[in-house]
DNA sequence: CTCTCTTTTCAGATTTCTTTAAGGAATCTA
DNA sequence: TAGATTCCTTAAAGAAATCTGAAAAGAGAG
């Protein structure tokens, strides 16, 4: 899997590209629209993700011309916090997806994975794990040797969290912010009651992983002894 | 699977589209090559038939311009004559097979089967299996054991879709582009209906088959067990 | 045109997910 | 230890997605 990544702000896009590459795709960067384009028609990218704000040449424009030779390769657009009109346009000119910055990068790999999905790709890196529980990412399932019980939406999003924070102190906050979204007004209550369903989960699969509280302080997943 | 023809005899083009749509294929047409283009670098078809002579842009041309973007895809050409100079340019512009004016319709559809199989899209018999339910590609029947049931169209294109990504999450959203099209409007409550259909028919043989529901998500396609 | 089969639309029933609320347990502080 | 705070768990209300039967609309055959 290929990406090409048009983005100029250097610090996103070192963050960014080091993130895809982690997660084993091939990753290009260009940092202005002329490259962009010039990159962008080769064709052998499997998904191209476009900034709007661009030197030389804006991320419409090159979606226009990108479109113009080329209307499958997904295109995912990156626009500036609340600009529904961008979004409205972007897609009109054919993009496939946006994303409004700041992003989260659990985010970013989700969209990434539903557009290759889409285009019926293999996808790659599709699942975490963890001593030895594994967490599906297309079918958000949880699975422990032979067992594995189905998460709903919001369990999933906590776990792979979680999941991403391994042995790391997670804060409520930051599991309502990315489980409920940026500016959700959620109660902390419900983070406990969703770590308690999760936890009942994990039994249930006989998971060696267990959620341990940090009080004061959020959560953290861990193995069974520690 | 979804043939776009094109092709300005009105009469043969109706002639062709006929045949293929009572052979269960979807068929696109259209009369010119600049249409012809817009249609062909969509990327849903699964074989392209270009006539060579077309008004506004040629076969050859078209040919061209869709290789540059789309090196896959089967293309049948279709020559006036026993044109060997025609033939022979046409496959070096990357057309996988040509047919001379006129032609049996066994012979076309006989042509067609060879391209598709040849992308390892129809199996050697023409029929999709799993867990000992199987689907008859060219019949449309869905069979288990010694029980058989008919199923429609749209019905049949939902089932294949699944069997394709047998154990995969299906997306509403992919199985509307699979099977009304990629520009559809369809509500979701459609593919639901589909879905409680083929549910019964799965039933009626006893197929081993389920069609699991992902809540928010989709579907995935599994044994009985789940 | 009529009949039949397919497809779409609609609406109520059903299922599943989410949120709220409340009592009890655990942990901390003074 | 008493009292305060934080967290856990469960039940139940509320919301949303899905299922499904039936009717309406459309398409094709004769």
């Not at 946006?98 to 990068?105: M, R």
């Not at 979204?181 to 006989?206: C, P, T, W």
Request: charged letters at 30%; aromatic letters at 8%; glycine letters at 8%.
């Amino acid at each position: 899997m290929r990406i090409l990544l048009v983005e100029d702000e250097r610090h996103l896009a070192e963050a960014v590209c080091h993130l895809l590459k982690a997660k084993k795709y091939m990753v290009d960067c260009c940092y202005d629209g002329e490259s962009g384009l010039e990159y962008g028609l080769t064709g052998i990218y499997d998904v191209l993700i476009l900034d709007i704000m661009l030197p030389k040449k804006n991320g419409f424009e090159l979606l226009k011309e990108i479109r113009l030779h080329d209307r499958t390769t997904p295109i995912l657009l990156l626009t500036a916090k609340d600009q529904v009109a961008d979004k409205v346009y972007g897609l009109d000119l054919g993009a496939d997806d946006y994303l409004t910055k700041p992003f989260s990068t659990d985010e970013l790999l989700a969209r990434i994975r539903a557009l290759l999905r889409r285009q019926g790709k293999l996808l790659v890196d599709d699942r975490l794990e963890m001593n030895g529980t594994t967490l599906n990412l297309s079918t958000h399932e949880l699975m422990y040797q032979d067992k594995k019980i189905q998460l709903g939406i919001k369990e999933f999003n906590l776990m792979s969290c979680l999941m991403h924070h391994k042995n790391q102190i997670v804060t409520k906050e930051i599991l309502i912010e990315k489980v409920w979204g940026y500016d959700a007004d959620v109660d902390y209550n419900n983070v406990e009651v969703y770590i308690s369903f999760l936890r009942k989960k994990l039994q249930f699969i006989h998971s060696s992983l267990r959620i341990k509280t940090v009080r004061g302080m959020g959560y953290t997943l861990g193995g069974a002894e520690g």
